[in-house]
């Protein structure tokens, strides 16, 4: 008989490995573990140097965290580990988070720790370990399918999902993960805290990104990127100079506030040209997008992307989620310099390049954040995958020509949420 975690062993000989954040998420996660005779080991990582963000409301992976996981960990009889992956991380999530704003995008950096350091490090440090599983605290679930791999799914509750972050996930990593909470609530997971008596059953939930403890972003990317801050144009639609500004870093598409110009009507970032630096805005019927091209794609559907595209007549279905916090939409995918709906061929991209069409439209869709496909509009849908976005366009202009910078040229990036 297989056991809780779908596999042909007695708990107490299988080896699970519990990323442990010191989160209430991940050390109910721990505990239920150990509750059910598993063989758990806790690791926490250190990923930066905790200082400044030791003490502070919200903020994740802090010194205080490292403690909280310890506490956790001899409560409930387990061994612990710290492990010193502050350099992995400062490679593969905060220089590539500065570089990400640095070329105009808005970077997405809780993917590219799940993919990089959490999914891809810890779970062959976990394999060294002897460990058949890495289990984590994240909201989201993961089944067994008919071809014996298994599937993503989004958190049976829908305000605690994660799935938007793990899209990057493969295959091959999904055999070995395991999610406890996917099918739980956040008040259930509190509840179980009490129950195991663990001192973080009221703790806040980590908010900032967590290398960013004061919240000020641009001070981090001025830090590592010298210069990022350069001053130039904020510019209308048409190209008319409407004021200056102090560096792209300081904005994002869909931003209205902190423009420091004067206009008749409201007016919100709608593109950043890194390569002129400037800021372009717009009324806020220019947010809306119905095209973009994505980059990195990865596809944990039935198949292969290109049989499911084949299948489809060349225009596969889906439901795609452009931000962490906003629902899914009908879209439809296909290869750039395919027919669109409409009939217009769309042929100036790469070979291979994925186009999405959004059916109703998107506001403030921003290179360098996540298009995530699943296969329904709510419930507990399926992650078919996705990719990042490269570049977006509104139904009155074409897509625009891509830019050969170092995000489209340094291959599949990374990302994760911390849990």
Known sequence: ?????????????????????GGVDSSVTAALLKQEGYDVVGVTLQLYDHGAATHRLGACCAGQDIHDARRVAAKIGIPHYVLDY????????????????????????????????KFRDLLGTARELGAQVLATGHYVASRAVADGGRALFRAREEERDQSYFLFATTREQL?????????????????????????????HDSQDICFVPTGRYTEVIERLKPGAAEPGDIVDLSGRVLGHHQGIIRFTVGQRRGLGIAAGEPLYVVRLDAAT??????????????????????????????????????????????????????????????????GVRVGDAPAGEIEVELVDGEEGVAPGQACVFYDALGGQARVLGGGFIRTAASAAEPVPALAETPAARRGPAVAGARR
């Not at 779908?6 to 000989?13: E, I, N, S, V």
């Not at 406890?180 to 009221?202: H, I, M, N, S």
């Open 86 to 117: 502050e350099t992995r991380f400062k490679e593969a999530v905060i220089d590539r988070f500065a570089e990400s704003y640095v070329h105009g995008e808005t970077p997405v950096p809780c993917v590219d720790c799940n993919q990089s350091i």
């Open 175 to 203: 055999g070995i993960l395991r999610f406890p909470l996917g099918e739980r609530t956040k008040a259930e997971t509190r509840e179980l805290a009490r129950q195991f008596g663990l001192e973080v059953a009221d703790k």
């Open 1 to 21: 008989m297989r056991n809780s975690l779908d596999l042909d062993t007695r708990p107490a000989d299988t080896r699970v490995v519990v990323a442990m954040s």
């Open 277 to 342: 630096r400037r800021v372009v805005v717009g009324p806020r019927e220019a947010l809306r997008t119905t095209r973009m091209r994505l980059r990195d794609v990865n596809w944990i559907g039935d198949g292969t992307l290109d049989a499911a595209l084949a299948a489809a007549g060349g225009r596969l279905e889906v439901f795609v989620k452009v931000r962490s916090t906003r629902r899914p939409q009908p879209a439809w995918v296909h290869r750039a310099g395919d027919a669109r709906s409409d």
